[in-house]
């Protein structure tokens, strides 16, 4: 499985979920790749949020080493499956993969959660810190579905 995080600066929220789904998938040795990208370019190349490299670091995942970089249409085709944080990821995504758009690709991460609640992840960037930990939390149980559901597929392939 390739899975691609995407929120809109690539720094506080799919920085998380790329390094919370990354590390539940190696401690079971899924071999799953993931990663994760921007729709906007303001933080290319920047490390995550300070906020929320201590929040994952906190719950024991590094996540130093990630470096900002902006969705790109041929993402829509590298990738088995493109979770977005919120419904203006969802449309800027659509919109950026122009004639390699996947409906059946892309969903919002709290579907695997809510499903078809289409509920989004608040953008904890304007907030306290509170609200990176209340995103790793629903990052964490979402990513925990996604694994239930995507892993058993994988063993029998
Ligand atoms: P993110 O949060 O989409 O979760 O990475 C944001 C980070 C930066 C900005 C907006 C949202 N910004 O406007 O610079």
Redesign the pocket.
């Known amino acids: 499985m390739k899975i691609l995080m995407v929120?809109?600066?690539?720094?506080?929220?799919?920085?998380l979920a790329e390094g919370i789904l990354q590390h539940k998938a190696d401690l079971l040795n899924l071999g799953w790749k993931v990663d994760s990208a921007?729709t906007?370019a303001?933080?290319i190349g920047e490390p995550p949020?300070h906020l929320s490299q201590k929040v994952a670091k906190g719950n024991g995942i590094n996540i130093s080493h990630q470096c900002a970089r902006q969705f790109a249409k041929e993402d829509m085709e590298h990738f088995d499956r493109i979770y977005v944080?919120d419904a203006s990821n969802y449309q800027d995504v659509k919109r950026m993969s122009k004639d390699l758009w996947r409906e059946d690709k892309t969903d919002l991460l709290l579907n695997e959660l809510y499903p078809g609640e289409n509920r989004g992840i608040p953008?904890?960037?304007y907030g306290t810190e509170e609200g990176y930990h209340q995103v790793f939390d629903m990052v964490s149980k979402a990513c925990d579905n996604i694994i239930k559901k995507y892993s058993v597929t994988t063993t029998i392939i």
């Open positions: 929120c809109l600066g690539n720094i506080c929220r799919s920085p921007g906007g303001y933080h949020h944080m953008d904890p960037w």
